[in-house]
């Protein structure tokens, strides 16, 4: 990305506490999630701990497809920064009763939660996405798409860091014998998490408003219920195929991540004879080393220019990538490897991402972005699903792992060739 880029993406007014309000957002989400499946890897082994965590990622992700219609309307709807606020409020309710749970012992609660705390940002994030159009405009979308996934990703990895040093810090030298044990121990961290959406709220309301209110009809519960707005909204975004092929892309490295990070850690505490989860939680963040890296590579260039050259180096260099990881052995190679799926990763989700936004109509921009995280939801939670499944058969998570490079050759190659047919017609 050339400085010029840089400096004028950076400077445009409220873009700097857009990006904060995000990277906060991102650290809570994570925050809660890592320290649940964190404790999950300290009690469970193999097979139960991936069935285990796929449930959790599961959780994460069926707000965004039960609230796809409503999230989309309210985008469109709203000011967006007016959401942003709301969402970022209740964010400080949903923590305090998280950190309530944990003090209690109630593990099943606080696992709960999960969904409750996705469904604040299944609401929020069709808003924070358009967003990025109205303040950096169609001529600095992928420069500012790329400022977005940088933070997105920074926040991941404070996240991961943080509340995975505290987590073995707050166990230190303390006895547990199940899950409910645990969480008590590591209580007090919880207050981070409320302190983190506190300030989340405060920069919320720091947001300026770009664009007004639409004035529109009042959402049709029934037609929800019934599906006809899904109908609707699914429509729209097929009928363009750049955006509908756009989808397909991003939906299918979503989901194979999903099983990666749901598989992985099983494979590498066997593999490395490892129960420290500083040294598996880092692990998993190399990947987002390499995203950053790679975003902000994809995010270069002229100022307007989307380079779709970098969409087949990206699938390419994954499925290499992830080809070579099962027959490592090492904490260095695992980090090497790692931070190149990332790497490639970014070259391949930024262009896609900036390509949904640009061809999207103004005013279907929050609902068509609320379609896009819904289609990736849904792919993502079928792949969580099939790893729960293989997990529930008492598959080995090595021989997971070993499959998924075969899928994303094969669901790449069938992506590519139908784009390639739909864009010549």
Known sequence: MSQSSLLTTIKLPGFKSFL??????????LGHKILIQNTIFKIYDDAAQVGLTAIINSLILLPFILLFTPAGFLSDRFNKPKIMRVTAFSAIIITLLITLAYYQGWFVFAFAMT???????????????????????????????????????????SGIFVFTILFEMTL????????????????????????????????ACRLPVTHPETRVEKFNWNQYLGGHFLRQNFRRIYQNP??????LGLSMFWGISQTFLATFPAFAKIVLAEDNTIIIQGLLACSGIGIIIGSLIAGSGKQGQIRTIFIPVGAVGMSVVLFVLPQLSTTVSFACAITGFGL????????????????????????????????????????????FIAASAAIASKTMILSIPVITVILALLIAWRSYHVWRA
């Open 20 to 29: 904060a309000v995000a990277f906060i957002n991102a650290m809570v989400d």
């Open 115 to 157: 969904l409750i705390l996705a469904a604040q940002s299944a609401i929020y994030s069709p808003a924070k996405y358009g967003y990025i159009r109205e303040l950096a405009g169609n001529g600095r979308l992928s420069s500012a798409n790329g400022f977005m996934q940088a933070t997105t990703i920074i926040a991941i990895l």
């Open 172 to 203: 230190a030298g303390e006895t547990y014998n199940n899950e409910a044990q645990l969480i008590e121990h590591i209580a007090v961290v919880g207050w981070l998490l409320v302190f983190l959406s506190c300030m989340e709220f405060f920069l």
């Open 242 to 247: 750049v955006i509908w092929y756009a989808i």
């Open 344 to 387: 490639f990763g970014g070259l391949f989700i930024i262009p896609l991402n900036a390509l949904i936004q640009f061809h999207a109509p103004t005013g279907q921009l929050g609902t068509i972005l609320a379609g896009n995280n819904w289609i990736q939801n849904l792919v993502m939670l079928s792949f969580l699903f099939i790893t």
